[in-house]
């Protein structure tokens, strides 16, 4: 088994693809080590001490490493752990399989939606599914969608894109921008 890896554009995150899915649905991003405990590949990678970010992607991991951290002693150990992982087909989750499934991601709504904005709601998703999540994927991250209310679109940048130097400029210029233009009830997108 071979594991190769790719830089985003966080300095701090490389994205690592072992050459088979890792998530066949959804994504799932472990902030710190108690949420970590739920994977015990996540837990694994934890365990260095110097990762501070963990996110699975449908063919990729995303690790971020903590502040001051050397990837050059980091990544051999990442891809260590990684190729333990695939090598034993031990399951990604505990008490759960290796598909994942049986784990939902964490895509609660941070606003109570109005029942009227059911189609504006629709068509941003339909943007964010088809344009904004493969741009954001290839980066080593994701989007998930947090609410619309009063013209605001809520999304969350989870795995290398949370806490990357441009991602105001994601949000704001790129993502804002483009459903602005195709949806107009849109007036502007916060973070969540």
């Given at each position: 088994m071979f594991?190769?890896?790719e830089t985003t554009p966080n300095p701090a995150s490389l994205k690592f693809l072992p050459g088979r899915t890792v998530m066949p649905s959804g994504t799932r991003e472990f902030a710190s080590p108690e949420a970590a405990a739920a994977s015990p590949l996540a837990?694994?990678?934890?365990?260095?001490?110097?990762?501070?970010?963990?996110?699975?992607?449908?063919?990729?991991?995303?690790?971020?490493?903590?502040?001051?951290a050397d990837w050059g002693a980091l990544k051999p150990q990442?891809?260590?752990?990684?190729?333990?992982?695939?090598?034993?087909?031990?399951?990604?989750?505990?008490?759960?399989?290796a598909d994942g499934i049986a784990v939902p991601a964490e895509d609660e709504p941070v606003v109570e939606e109005d029942e009227a904005?059911?189609?504006?709601v629709a068509a941003i998703n339909e943007l964010l599914e088809t344009r904004v999540r493969p741009a954001v994927a290839g980066?080593?991250?994701?989007?998930?969608?947090?609410?619309?209310?009063?013209?605001?679109?809520?999304?969350?940048?989870?795995?290398?894109?949370?806490?990357?130097?441009?991602?105001?400029?994601?949000?704001?210029?790129?993502?804002?921008?483009?459903?602005?233009?195709?949806?107009?009830?849109?007036?502007?997108?916060?973070?969540?």
């Open positions: 594991i190769e890896t837990q694994a990678l934890f365990d260095t001490g110097e990762v501070v970010n963990v996110f699975y992607g449908w063919n990729f991991i995303t690790v971020t490493a903590a502040p001051g990442v891809v260590a752990i990684l190729l333990d992982h695939f090598v034993s087909e031990a399951p990604l989750f505990q008490g759960g399989s904005d059911a189609e504006t980066d080593g991250g994701d989007i998930a969608y947090r609410g619309f209310k009063d013209g605001v679109v809520y999304l969350t940048l989870q795995g290398a894109c949370s806490g990357c130097p441009s991602s105001t400029a994601t949000l704001k210029q790129g993502i804002e921008s483009l459903l602005k233009h195709y949806v107009p009830e849109v007036v502007e997108v916060r973070a969540a």
